[in-house]
Nanobody, 115 residues
Framework: QVQLAESGGGLVQAGGSLRLSCAAS????????MGWYRQAPGKQRELVAR???????NVADSVKGRFTIDRDNAKNTVNLQMNRLKPEDTAVYYC?????????WGQGTQVTVSS
């Protein structure tokens, strides 16, 4: 049973935009902080952005001003709008859910930014 399902990844040129979406089961979405993490080859997984059930957000400095996270509580989805993409944004992007930290993970979606 898939509990977190990401979509929207792909190949884009530097300066372009992508929008990632994560559909969650209701039991996971409700009451949990939802987040996006990424992992580039040879690097540790890192937080990109997260949003609490009340809508407070935390965005990594490396993407601040370019990426925006939002959640639709009626549809149990969390989205990551990525603008002005850079080659260094290339990674597998994971949706996650949890309270103090991620307890649930999606399978990931590849984002590749060409220079």
């Amino acid at each position: 049973q898939v509990q977190l399902a990401e979509s929207g990844g792909g190949l884009v040129q530097a300066g372009g935009s992508l929008r990632l979406s994560c559909a969650a089961s209701g039991s996971i979405f409700r009451g949990n902080t939802m987040g996006w993490y990424r992992q580039a080859p040879g690097k540790q997984r890192e937080l990109v952005a997260r949003i609490t059930p009340g809508g407070s957000t935390n965005v990594a400095d490396s993407v601040k001003g370019r990426f925006t996270i939002d959640r639709d509580n009626a549809k149990n989805t969390v989205n990551l709008q990525m603008n002005r993409l850079k080659p260094e944004d290339t990674a597998v992007y994971y949706c996650a859910a949890g309270k103090a930290g991620p307890s649930y993970w999606g399978q990931g979606t590849q984002v590749t930014v060409s220079s």
